[in-house]
């Protein structure tokens, strides 16, 4: 399978639940991200791993925990999520020093009720 | 100020169309220059990029930066029912960087 693959593809989850989405890349990219998809509003940057290493966190609520134990596959831990965290959740990987942009999962629609 | 200017739509023109979506920016260090195409219930797939100022053609694509007046087009030539997607911009300090930023996407629709 090539590309990047996100899973669950629909994700729905009360406040109290505990979840996580899955990513994994076969681009032998270096670098992955997470971002947040609302409607009429740009794409927000949540977390980057470059080579395993978390280098930007931007201002995320604690209640998204990310986690990237190797370069191909990346985890978003959901816990006490709030109405307002519904979204599209994308995952992208890039390489960096070569290539230019992303390439985008198909991401997970998640509902919190 | 937004750093990207990007008018949500929607767009709705007849099939054969010339479209133009635009995104305006307020960084003058931004150098690269992309449109993502997001069609519905998938993620955003690079269409184009533009390195600097000027334009670059692909097909029926036609990508255009001012960096005079930061501002940046796609031209859309023939359109078809299966151009009917989001388009997003986004504008970077290098390749494949850390600091992309993105527009919030012009919905599209072409009408056969």
């Known amino acids: 399978e090539t590309g990047v693959t996100q899973t669950p593809r629909h994700l729905v989850m009360g406040m109290t639940n505990k979840k996580s989405l899955k990513c994994e890349q076969h681009?032998?990219?270096?670098?992955m991200y997470w971002y947040k998809q609302s409607a009429k509003k740009p794409l927000e940057l949540m977390f980057v791993?470059?080579?395993?290493?978390?280098?930007e966190n931007n201002s995320v609520p604690s209640r998204f925990s990310p986690e990237c134990p190797n370069s191909s596959h990346l985890f978003l831990h959901l816990h006490t999520l709030q109405p307002e965290d519904s979204a599209l959740y994308l995952c992208?990987?890039?390489?960096?020093?070569?290539?230019?942009?992303?390439?985008f999962g198909s991401g997970t629609r998640l509902t919190v009720v | 100020q937004k750093e990207v200017e990007q008018d949500p739509g929607p767009l709705s023109v007849p099939e054969g169309a010339i479209v133009s979506l635009n995104c305006t920016y307020s960084n003058s260090a931004f150098q690269y220059f992309m449109w993502y195409r997001q069609y519905s219930r998938k993620g955003p797939e690079l269409l184009m990029y533009t390195y600097s100022s000027g334009n670059k053609e692909d097909g029926r694509f036609t990508a255009q930066v001012d960096k005079s007046s930061k501002y940046i087009s796609l031209f859309i030539r023939d359109s078809q029912p299966s151009d009917s997607a989001t388009y997003l911009c986004a504008m970077g300090l290098d390749t494949g960087g850390f600091k992309t930023i993105f527009g919030a996407g012009t919905r599209l629709f072409v009408k056969a």
């Open positions: 791993y470059s080579l395993e290493e978390r280098v």
């Open positions: 992208a990987s890039s390489q960096r020093g070569g290539g230019v942009g992303y390439t």
């Open positions: 681009l032998g990219h270096n670098a």
